[in-house]
């Protein structure tokens, strides 16, 4: 089982710039989550899916901030323009079904650190 | 709405001590509770939860955690910790009409010294 991928692991840019992050969750998983980890605010579960549909994107910051899954395998986060306040810890997670019946747990990626100078 | 405290951003704690980290929730229906960890570097694993039935749930690496209706917590604790266990740890609950998604508590970092 190779876990959910994703890429970078690190991304540095400049303000302004056009971001995209990328995950690839467990094979065979039905649920992927965005969620961004700061020392101010904690970890905040941004966006979801279910069986590549956004189920709620209540947590996405602003406009800013759009997510796609265009199949199973694949999902993106984009930040276009980029503020140095989106510098943070980005982490992709998926799960079978809900977050966990009995051993199905949300499993998540190494995330990408994102630096906006 | 859910919401999860955990009371103690960073605990230091001797090798072999025991250890206790606090988290407190707060939510008008029954609740799913957990505990995940994340070392340097990497993703959060769960390291236990309660869904219903014991009290007392145990998890992996000799961490166990007691859920407390009355008052609202569900506090972690290892009687030895390890050096490896130095990691951050994070509470979590979801709802039960509303199973898909975990509200986190922002963490406590425990520090184990030798």
């Known amino acids: 089982d190779a876990g959910v991928i994703q890429s970078p692991r690190h991304e540095v840019t400049e303000m302004g710039q056009e971001v995209t992050l990328r995950c690839k969750p467990i094979?065979?998983?039905?649920?992927l989550f965005w969620y961004r980890q700061t020392m101010m605010r904690g970890l905040e579960l941004l966006i979801y899916?279910?069986?590549?549909?956004?189920?709620?994107d209540s947590g996405m910051p602003e406009d800013r901030f759009s997510a796609k899954m265009p199949n199973a395998s694949f999902s993106t986060l984009k930040i276009q323009p980029s503020e140095p306040r989106d510098s943070a810890v980005y982490f992709c997670?998926?799960?079978?079904?809900?977050?966990?019946?009995?051993?199905?747990?949300?499993?998540f990626g190494d995330g990408t650190r994102l630096s906006i100078l | 709405a859910q919401s999860v405290t955990q009371l103690d951003s960073q605990v230091p704690v001797f090798e072999e001590a025991p250890v206790e980290l606090r988290c407190n929730y707060s939510?008008?229906?029954?609740?799913?509770l957990f505990w995940y960890v994340q070392y340097p570097n990497q993703g959060l694993q769960l390291l236990l939860k309660?869904?219903?039935?014991?009290?007392l749930v145990k998890g992996i690496n000799g961490f166990e955690a007691e859920f407390n209706k009355s008052q609202t917590s569900f506090h972690l604790r290892k009687p030895s910790v390890h050096i490896s266990d130095t990691a951050e740890y994070f509470c979590?609950?979801?709802?039960?009409?509303?199973?898909?998604?975990?509200?986190f508590g922002t963490g406590t970092r425990l520090q184990v010294f030798p």
């Open positions: 997670a998926s799960s079978l079904f809900l977050w966990g019946g009995p051993d199905k747990p949300q499993h």
């Open positions: 094979s065979g998983h039905d649920y």
């Open positions: 899916f279910n069986n590549n549909v956004p189920i709620d």
């Open positions: 939510s008008s229906v029954s609740v799913y």
């Open positions: 309660y869904l219903s039935g014991s009290t």
């Open positions: 979590a609950v979801s709802d039960y009409y509303n199973t898909d998604k975990l509200i």
